[in-house]
C-alpha cells in the first residue's frame, strides 16, 4: 500500500510537474550532459549565467549538484518546496538541493548502504547553507515519533551551537566556517533518524588571539558580550562592550550588520538547554569564554631585568575565578617557562615577548580544547544506544579553499584539506571511473584531467612533505627559527613545480614574494604563505579545563606529534570513513567576490568551474555511464521483471542480466556489459526500470498478501470451527446434564407425591404434608379459575378433597355473601323497589300457592292497561264471575289511594273502599282466581267479589301496597266461602286437574280446575335477580 501511495504521488507531482515546470524553470539546461558544446567552458558559464540570472541557482551534471550561492533569499526552501521532491525521482523536477537530499535517502533505504555528500566550493560558496538545507530536508522528510522527534530537533539545533563556537566573520564570509565539519546522521531501517556524530576538524585557534583587518572572532564571544544577561556578564565579571576586549578588536568590526548577535545569543542558550547541556557545564563553559576574553587583557611589563612581570590587573582576579586555578598559579605560569632538568623542575623567566606569545598560546589552547569537548558533548547527545543495524548518510561540510592577504599555517592546513578532498573526487569520479571502464573492458577514450596527488605529495609525503620538514625542525634538539625552517625547505622543495619561494623564483616572480614567505600552487590558486612561526593548566578547577588539561596526558614521553601531523592524519581518517560510503557532491560556487547578490562575475566563476574540475567530470559523465552494477545485485533486484529469471537463474547472472534487459527491451547503445558489471548510460533508463519493479513489486506483494490472507484466513476457520464443535461438545454436555439433574429431581418429587397420596388421609406427619399442600394449593387454584359467575349459581362449586371440606364451606359462604355485596351494591333505586315488591310478594304468597314459582320470573310494571283512568294506582285487566250464576264478564280493575274499582270501559261497576275491604282469598293451587271479601252492612251493596286475573301477583301485591293492608291475603286450601249479598254465601272449590276448567259445579259452586304445575324454579338470566330474592 505504501508503495502504491508512492506511485500515486509520484504521478501526481509528475502531472503537477508538467505544469509547474515552467518556462523559467526551462532556462538554459538543468543537467550539463545535456550540453550540446559539452567541452566548451564558456558554453557551461553561460549557462550557469543565464540560469543565476532567473535565480536558478542549481543545475546538475549527472547526480552531481552545481550550487551557485545567489546571496539572497529565493523562497525556494519551504516546506511545500520539500512536499514536492520528496519521493520523486531525481531528474523530475528541476534541479534542487532537496532532490539530491531525497535521492540519497532513497538508495540509501532501498540498497541498505552508506552514503557521503562531499559539499565542497571556496568559502562563502555556500557549503554550509547546503549541509543545513539537506538537514532540514531530513528533519521534515523522515519518520516522526516522539523520540525521533527528539533526535531531530538535537541534530538541528547542534548547528546553531557549532556555528557560534566554530563560525567567525571574515573578509569573505560573515559566516565563515574556521573548523571543518563531518556529521553523520544514522537511519534505522524505516528511514528514522535515530542518531547522529560529529567529526570536527582544525578548528583555526589563532582567530581567538588575533583578527585580520575587517574580520572577527569566534561568534560567541560577540554574543556572550551583546546578549548575555546582566546577572551572567556580572558573575563573568565582564562588560557589555566588545571595545573593552583587546582579543574582540583587532579586526576593528566587533558590529556586523549580516550578523544579530542578541538573537544569536538566545538561540544558542535555548539550543544548548535542548541539547541537554547541564546548568553547571553551561556556566563553566561561559567562564572559560570570559577567561579567555580576560586573559586577552591581560599585559606585561618588563622588571629591571627585561623579564615580564604582571601587574596586579583585575584580570588575573577573574581568571583565578572563572577557572579555578589560584592567582598565584597563574601568576608563575604566564611570566615563566618551566623546564625539566634531570629530574628536577625549574623556573625559567619569559621576556615580555615571549610571555605575550605564552598568555596567547594558553587563550588558543583553553579555546581548542574547550571546542573539542563541545563537540564531543553534542556527539554524546545525539548518540544512538541501540546497537541494532543502522545506515548512514554522512555531509561533509569543510572550510573552503581561501586565499587571503597573509596567509598563516592554518590557512595552509585548510587548503591542504580543500586539496585533499579535491583528490578523492578526483579519485572516485574521474580516476576510479575510467579505471573500471578499462578494468570492466569497456570500450573508452580516456579523459584528461588534472591529478592534483602532486600537490597532496607536496604537502604530506613523507620524509619529504613540508609536514614532514616542520615535524623536523619543531622536535629537532637546537634552535630551529623561521628562516632555518624556509632553509630547509627549499633545500627539499627546490625545484618541485608547485612549490616558489623568493630564493627559488625567478625575477619576475620574486617581486612579489617577500623573503620570508612561500608559495604553493594549489589546484584552486597560488596562495603565498607566511613562515610558520615555530610551545599551564593542570590544577585547574573548573569542570571543562579539567577535563581538557588532565593531570597527566596520556603518553606524555612520546614523541608528540606536531598540530600538522595531527591534521594530517585526521585528513586520512577522514577519508577512510568516505572511501566506504557511496558518494554524492555538491560544487558550491560564488558568483562574485563582494557577497553582493544579482552580480555574476565571470572570471571568477570560470576560475571556479576550472578548479572544481566541473568540465572533466561532465566529459566523463557525457562518455560514461550513469549508473553500474554487479551483476549478481543487478539480477537479484530486478529478476521479478523477467519470467524467465523469475524466481531463479540457473546460468551465470551475467547472462541473466543480458536475457533481463533484452526483455526489458534496452536498446543496444542504452548499457554496455562489462566484465563484472552492467554499465547502464541514462539514468532514465535505469529509473524506468526501477518504476517498472515497483509497479512490479507491488503486484508480487498483492500475490503474496492473497495467498498469505488465505492461509491465514483459513487457518482462522480451522480453529473457529474446532472452538463452535469445542463449545457445542460443552454446551450438549451442560444440558445432559441439567436434564439429568431434572430428572432426577423429578423422580424424586413423584415420589414424594404418591408416597404423599398414598398417606393422604393419615393424620399431618413428614411424608404427607408436601401432598397435602399441593392439594390444597391446587384446589384453591382450581377453585378461582372455576367459582360460579352468579349470586343464583348453586351449582357450581368444586368438589373439594377431603382436607379442604371445612374450608370449603367457610369459602363458599364468604364468596356467595361476597357476591352478594357486590350485587347488592350494583342494584339501582327502581329495580331496588320492585325487588322489595317481589320480596312482599314473596313474603305472602311463598310456599303456600302452587303457581307462585312461576310468576316470579315475570317482573311487574306500573299498571297493565294502556289508558289509566284518572289518577290510578294500578290498573289490570280481570275476569269477573257473577255472584249468580258465575257467568264471567270482562272487567278492568283500577285502584286509586283510597278504593278498589271494577270498571267496564269507564263504566264503574262496583268501587270497594280499602277501609272495606275484608281481605283476599286465594287458593294454594295454580289457579288466578281470587276473591275480595268485602264489608257489607247494607243489603243494597253488592257482595264480594270473584275474579281471575293473570296477573294475579302483581295485582294482589299492588293491592297490599296501596291498601297498606299487608296480612289481609289468606291462602286457602279446597274451598273458599264469599258473599254473594250479606248474608247469603256462595262457594268456590279449587282443586287441581288434568286440565284447566271452569265451571259451576253441580252444588251450585265455582268449581275451578287447574292444571298441576312443577315447582320447579324457572331460572334464567333475566330473572335471576327475583330468584335471588327468593333465595334470600
Ligand atoms: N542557497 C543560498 N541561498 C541564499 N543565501 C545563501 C545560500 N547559500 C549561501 N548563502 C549566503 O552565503 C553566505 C555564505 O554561505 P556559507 O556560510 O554556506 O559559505 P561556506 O561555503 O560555508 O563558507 P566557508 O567555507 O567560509 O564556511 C551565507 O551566510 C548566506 O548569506
Ligand atoms: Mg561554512
Not at 289518577?871 to 286509586?896: A, C, E, H, M, W
Request: glycine letters at 6%; aromatic letters at 10%.
Amino acid at each position: 500500500v505504501e508503495h502504491l501511495n508512492w506511485f500515486v504521488r509520484c504521478n501526481r507531482i509528475l502531472r503537477d510537474m508538467e505544469g509547474s515546470l515552467t518556462a523559467r524553470d526551462r532556462v538554459g539546461i538543468q543537467d550539463f550532459v545535456l550540453l550540446d558544446a559539452y567541452t566548451s567552458e564558456s558554453a557551461v558559464l553561460d549557462n550557469l549565467r543565464k540560469r543565476f540570472n532567473e535565480n536558478l541557482i542549481y543545475t546538475y551534471i549527472g547526480t552531481l549538484l552545481v550550487s551557485v550561492n545567489p546571496y539572497k533569499e529565493l523562497g525556494i526552501y519551504t516546506k511545500k518546496q520539500m512536499d514536492i521532491y520528496m519521493g520523486v525521482n531525481f531528474f523530475e523536477l528541476p534541479p534542487h538541493i532537496y532532490a539530491l537530499a531525497d535521492n540519497v535517502y532513497r538508495t540509501m533505504l532501498t540498497e541498505t548502504n552508506n552514503h557521503f555528500i562531499l559539499i565542497s566550493g571556496e568559502s562563502g560558496a555556500g557549503k554550509t547553507e547546503a549541509s543545513k538545507k539537506i538537514l532540514q530536508f531530513y528533519a521534515v522528510s523522515c519518520p516522526s515519533t516522539k523520540l525521533l522527534d527528539n533526535v531531530r530537533d538535537r541534530l538541528l539545533l547542534s548547528n546553531p551551537v557549532l556555528e557560534a563556537f566554530g563560525n567567525a566573520k571574515t573578509l569573505k564570509n560573515d559566516n565563515s566556517s574556521r573548523f571543518g565539519k563531518y556529521m553523520d546522521i544514522q537511519f534505522d531501517h524505516m528511514g528514522g533518524a535515530v542518531g547522529g556524530h560529529i567529526l570536527s576538524y582544525l578548528l583555526e585557534k589563532s582567530r581567538v588571539v588575533h583578527q585580520n583587518h575587517g574580520e572577527r572572532s569566534f561568534h560567541i564571544f560577540y554574543q556572550l558580550v551583546e546578549g548575555g544577561e546582566e546577572d551572567l556578564l556580572r558573575w563573568l565579571g565582564l562588560e557589555r562592550n566588545c571595545q573593552r576586549y583587546s582579543y574582540l578588536v583587532q579586526g576593528e568590526c566587533a558590529k556586523v550588520s549580516s550578523v544579530n548577535d542578541k538573537s544569536d545569543w538566545k538561540t544558542v542558550r535555548k539550543a544548548l538547554s535542548v541539547i541537554e547541556f547541564s546548568e553547571s557545564n553551561i556556566e563553566s563553559l561561559f567562564a572559560i569564554i570570559a577567561s579567555v576574553l580576560h586573559l586577552g587583557n591581560v599585559t606585561f611589563v618588563a622588571d629591571s631585568q627585561g623579564y615580564a612581570t604582571l601587574n596586579n590587573s583585575p584580570e588575573i582576579h577573574w581568571l583565578s575565578k572563572l577557572l579555578g586555578i589560584p592567582a598565584q598559579v597563574i601568576q608563575v605560569g604566564l611570566t615563566h617557562r618551566k623546564i625539566e632538568a634531570r629530574s628536577e623542575e625549574v623556573l625559567s623567566p619569559f621576556t615580555v615577548d615571549q610571555a605575550v606569545y605564552a598568555k596567547d598560546a594558553l587563550a588558543k589552547a583553553i579555546y581548542g580544547r574547550t571546542f573539542t569537548w563541545l563537540v564531543n558533548e553534542l556527539n554524546e547527545s545525539l548518540a544512538n544506544k541501540d546497537s541494532s543495524r543502522k545506515t548512514v548518510i554522512g555531509l561533509l561540510d569543510i572550510y573552503g579553499f581561501e586565499v587571503f592577504s597573509v596567509n598563516s599555517f592554518e590557512q595552509f592546513c585548510i587548503n591542504y584539506c580543500n586539496e585533499k578532498l579535491q583528490q578523492l573526487f578526483i579519485q572516485l569520479t574521474l580516476k576510479s571511473e575510467q579505471e573500471e571502464y578499462e578494468m570492466e573492458g569497456i570500450e573508452w577514450e580516456s579523459v584528461p584531467y588534472f591529478n592534483n596527488k602532486i600537490i597532496c605529495d607536496l604537502v604530506e609525503e613523507k620524509f619529504k612533505g613540508i609536514i614532514s620538514v616542520l615535524d623536523e625542525e619543531c622536535l629537532r634538539p637546537g634552535e630551529a627559527t623561521d628562516m632555518t625552517f624556509l632553509e630547509k625547505l627549499e633545500e627539499k622543495m627546490g625545484g618541485h613545480a608547485h612549490f616558489i619561494t623568493h630564493k627559488l623564483a625567478d625575477q619576475k616572480t620574486r617581486k612579489t614574494l617577500e623573503r620570508g614567505d612561500f608559495r604553493l600552487l594549489h589546484y584552486a590558486g597560488e596562495v603565498t604563505y607566511k613562515i610558520f612561526h615555530l610551545q599551564v593548566m593542570r590544577q585547574s578547577k573548573n569542570a571543562i579545563v579539567k577535563h581538557c588539561f588532565p593531570s597527566t596526558e596520556p603518553d606524555s614521553k612520546k614523541r608528540p606529534e606536531t598540530v600538522a601531523t595531527q591534521f594530517k592524519s585526521s585528513l586520512v581518517g577522514l577519508t577512510e570513513v568516505l572511501m566506504s560510503k557511496e558518494p554524492w557532491y555538491v560544487r558550491c560556487m560564488k558568483p562574485n567576490e563582494g557577497k553582493q547578490p544579482g552580480l555574476f562575475d565571470d572570471v571568477l566563476v570560470r576560475h571556479q568551474v576550472k578548479y572544481l574540475g566541473l568540465m572533466e567530470h561532465l566529459r566523463v559523465r557525457r562518455a560514461g555511464f550513469a549508473y553500474r552494477r554487479r551483476y549478481e545485485i543487478f539480477l537479484q533486484r530486478y529478476k521479478p521483471l523477467c519470467p524467465d529469471t523469475w524466481p531463479n537463474w540457473k546460468g551465470t547472472a551475467a547472462e541473466g542480466v543480458e536475457c533481463l534487459v533484452k526483455h526489458l527491451g534496452y536498446k543496444p547503445d542504452e548499457y554496455k556489459m562489462g566484465r563484472t558489471k552492467i554499465f547502464i548510460r541514462h539514468p532514465r533508463t535505469l529509473f524506468a526500470t526501477e518504476d517498472a519493479f515497483e509497479v512490479c513489486k507491488h503486484e508480487l506483494a498483492t500475490r503474496i498478501q492473497a495467498k498469505y490472507k488465505g492461509y491465514r484466513v483459513k487457518g482462522d476457520y480451522m480453529r473457529q470451527r474446532q472452538a463452535a464443535t469445542k463449545i457445542e461438545t460443552c454446551w450438549r454436555g451442560m444440558k445432559a446434564r441439567r436434564e439429568r439433574e431434572k430428572r432426577a429431581w423429578a423422580v424424586k418429587v413423584i415420589k414424594r407425591f404418591i408416597k404423599g397420596f398414598m398417606t393422604r388421609n393419615q393424620p399431618a406427619c413428614v411424608d404427607n404434608t408436601e401432598y397435602l399442600a399441593f392439594v390444597r394449593q391446587n384446589y384453591l387454584t382450581r377453585l378461582k379459575e372455576n367459582l360460579p359467575k352468579t349470586v343464583v349459581d348453586k351449582n357450581t362449586w368444586l368438589t373439594p378433597p377431603p382436607i379442604m371440606q371445612e374450608a370449603s364451606q367457610m369459602l363458599r359462604k364468604l364468596y356467595t355473601r361476597h357476591m352478594v355485596r357486590r350485587y347488592v351494591q350494583g342494584i339501582m333505586t327502581e329495580r331496588k323497589a320492585q325487588l322489595q315488591l317481589k320480596g312482599l310478594t314473596s313474603s305472602i304468597f311463598k310456599g303456600t300457592k302452587e303457581n307462585y314459582p312461576h310468576s316470579v320470573g315475570i317482573p311487574f310494571v306500573d299498571t297493565r292497561i294502556s289508558k289509566p283512568h284518572t289518577f290510578p294506582q294500578y290498573s289490570v285487566p280481570v275476569v269477573k264471575y257473577d255472584r249468580n250464576g258465575f257467568r264471567p264478564r270482562f272487567r278492568q280493575l283500577i285502584y286509586t289511594g283510597s278504593a278498589a274499582y271494577l270498571v267496564e270501559e269507564a263504566k264503574i261497576k262496583q268501587r270497594v273502599e280499602f277501609n272495606n275491604l275484608k281481605g283476599v282469598s286465594v287458593s294454594t293451587l295454580s289457579d288466578n282466581f281470587l276473591i275480595l271479601h268485602v264489608q257489607c252492612e247494607d243489603i243494597k251493596q253488592k257482595g264480594d267479589l270473584v275474579l281471575q286475573c293473570d296477573y294475579l301477583f302483581e295485582a294482589l301485591t299492588k293491592l297490599c301496597l296501596v291498601a297498606n293492608k299487608h296480612n289481609f291475603i289468606k291462602v286457602v286450601q279446597g274451598s273458599v266461602k264469599f258473599d254473594i249479598q250479606p248474608g247469603r254465601e256462595g262457594f268456590v272449590d279449587f282443586k287441581s286437574g288434568q286440565e284447566t276448567m271452569i265451571y259451576r259445579a253441580k252444588n251450585g259452586h265455582l268449581m275451578v280446575v287447574s292444571m298441576k304445575l312443577k315447582t320447579v324454579w324457572p331460572f334464567n338470566s333475566q330473572n335471576e335477580q327475583i330468584h335471588f330474592l327468593n333465595y334470600y
